[in-house]
């Protein structure tokens, strides 16, 4: 995937807002709140950070795709960092992305969800 596709797939979602910062980094929030960063790769390869679930952290963190992210995991927090941006992996991190968005978007107060449409009973 490349930043452009990252772009595209990240607009898809619904209340999400790209701002460029942090050194050039496409950055999306949801509710204000960061979700995905497209950028800080190693070499100036292609790099996505993601929020994970502490068991997805502890997972990925042992795979040679991914590595905690630098600037959150040091910071204590639960995000990876997608370091292998080939094709392959575009449905996994695609998956990783949606993961991140909900996680987020349910760490807003209830009446932001509301405000946006998000996690309402059906």
């Not at 929030?29 to 929020?51: I, N, R, Y």
């Not at 905690?68 to 941006?85: E, L, T, V």
Request: glycine letters at 8%; charged letters at 25%; aromatic letters at 14%.
């Amino acid at each position: 995937m490349d930043y452009q596709q990252f772009n595209e797939f990240c607009a898809s979602l619904p209340a999400t807002t790209h701002v460029v910062q942090w050194g050039d980094s496409q950055v999306w929030k949801v509710g204000g709140k960061v979700f995905a960063v497209g950028g800080w790769g190693p070499d100036k390869e292609p790099a996505f950070t993601f929020k994970t679930s502490p068991r997805n952290f502890d997972f990925l963190g042992e795979h040679e795709s991914y590595r905690p992210a630098p600037y959150f995991a040091n910071r204590g927090m639960k995000w990876i960092q997608m370091i292998d941006s080939s094709p392959d992996n575009d449905e996994e991190l695609e998956y990783y992305l949606k993961e991140s968005y909900r996680l987020v978007s349910l760490g807003l107060t209830k009446a932001k969800q509301k405000e946006l449409g998000l996690n309402q009973p059906e």
